[in-house]
């Protein structure tokens, strides 16, 4: 139990305590924990404990703490959730705790390389059907290794951040017929969830299955919003381009792999088995019991499960890294978006809505193919925490604005 009013019970209790970067009025940005419904400043509340971790904290950004290392990152942790536990510490650390109601929020690390990857199964069939109807739904690679892309970290945003519209050429009217640069009509949400790396790894090394948390510090949830129609013309036979790089969101708070112990859940069985590097059959389970919820103008849409992805986070990482690429800190892998077998689960509007070809009722009567300007879109996600209770990931948030040039 922690000191902190409205912790006990809330979705960022003492055994969640994810990391953020916030500012208040516009001073200088600082890192943060989220505690209740507070936010404990770190580079005040290590100050006043005489914190050896405290240098970690100055510059206002997660990327120090990042490079430090697992043995830091427990060895910080387990001393916040004393301070946090110790009633005796509450006079002390008490003027550091802020309502999260009144800070501003910011991206809470650089963002070094980004992958985005394709792990969910249900989506990729889904997206095989609508894409490629009378062929085998999944690429021939699919089930032996996680499908990837690289994409553009410079348009990594931080939730909250608005969309505008995005322009790309595409088919005008019916494919085949005339070609224009012109602003997307098919403007889709993806549910996803991040892992992002602290620990580097030497190019030309590979890092194993086991190792994954020596490298990665912790969980975002992201939506990587996809232009459909100007990814459908550019995207053979490279892939996804300026359909997928004009805007990546994640959200505001990064939950560390250590809070996420009581979520982790065996994945599903591969067919064929998995090469060496990629068999996790005796190896420790991370397939991870998320639950996630994608809501358009505060209409919830669907609930996407992440336990049955299946590529886990380790074999993301070991994949990524098995030709000899090298891990930075600051490295964000995206799972790709996250559907589950029924409708109400699926990631995306694409499949909501079937390539646009049943729309969704929302509630005030209108239909929902693809996203409008001025629509309102939110992901959040929450995971089983000890006794059987639930913590949070937070939310990722972002409106649509009509397109600008």
């Not at 499960?305 to 380790?314: I, L, R, S, V």
């Not at 029924?342 to 694409?350: D, K, T, V, Y």
């Amino acid at each position: 139990m922690s000191w902190v009013p409205e912790s006990a019970g809330s979705l960022f209790d003492v055994h969640n305590l994810p990391y953020g970067v916030f500012s208040l009025g516009g001073s200088a940005r600082r890192v943060g924990v989220a505690i209740g419904t507070s936010v404990l400043d770190l580079t005040a509340a290590c100050g006043t404990q005489r914190s050896p971790h405290t240098a970690l904290f100055d510059a206002g950004t997660l990327d120090p703490l990042l490079a430090a290392g697992p043995a830091t990152w427990r060895a910080q942790r387990g001393e916040m959730t004393g301070w946090l536990t110790d009633p005796a510490a509450a006079d002390r650390l008490a003027r550091h705790l802020v309502p999260r109601a009144d800070v501003d929020l910011h991206l809470p690390f650089s963002v070094a390389d980004y992958v985005d990857f394709y792990a969910s199964e249900q989506h990729a069939t889904n997206l095989g059907r609508l894409l490629r109807p009378g062929q085998q739904p999944l690429p021939a690679a699919w089930r032996n290794l996680p499908i990837g892309y690289h994409g553009r970290a410079g348009t990594v945003v931080i939730s909250g951040s608005s969309v505008p519209r995005p322009r790309g050429q595409r088919w005008v009217g019916e494919p085949g017929s005339r070609v224009a640069l012109t602003a997307t009509e098919r403007l889709d949400v993806e549910v996803e969830v991040g892992f992002v790396v602290g620990t580097p790894s030497p190019r030309g090394s590979s890092v194993p299955l086991q190792d994954l948390t020596d490298h990665v510090f912790g969980v975002v949830l992201v939506n990587d919003w996809s232009a459909r129609d100007v990814q459908a013309f550019e995207y053979v036979p490279l892939g996804p381009f300026l359909g997928k790089s004009f805007a990546t969101s994640v959200s505001p708070w990064v939950v560390p792999l250590a809070a996420l112990e009581h979520a982790r859940v065996r994945p599903p069985v591969r067919q064929p088995r998995p090469l060496p590097y990629l068999d996790d059959t005796d190896a420790e389970p991370w397939g991870l019991d998320l639950q996630l919820e994608l809501r358009v103008n505060g209409c919830v849409l669907s609930r996407p499960p992440f336990a049955g992805m299946y590529w886990t986070p380790a074999q993301l990482l070991a994949h990524l890294t098995v030709n000899g690429a090298s891990l930075r800190s600051g490295d964000l892998l995206a799972s790709g978006t996250v559907s589950g077998p029924a409708p109400g689960e699926w990631g995306s509007l694409m499949e909501l809505s079937w390539g646009g070809t049943r729309p969704v009722r929302m509630p005030d009567g209108s239909e929902l193919t693809f996203l409008r300007d001025g629509d309102d879109v939110v992901i959040s996600g929450t995971f089983p925490g000890p006794g059987g209770g639930r913590l949070g990931l937070g939310e990722v948030r972002g409106t649509v604005l009509p397109a600008t040039g």
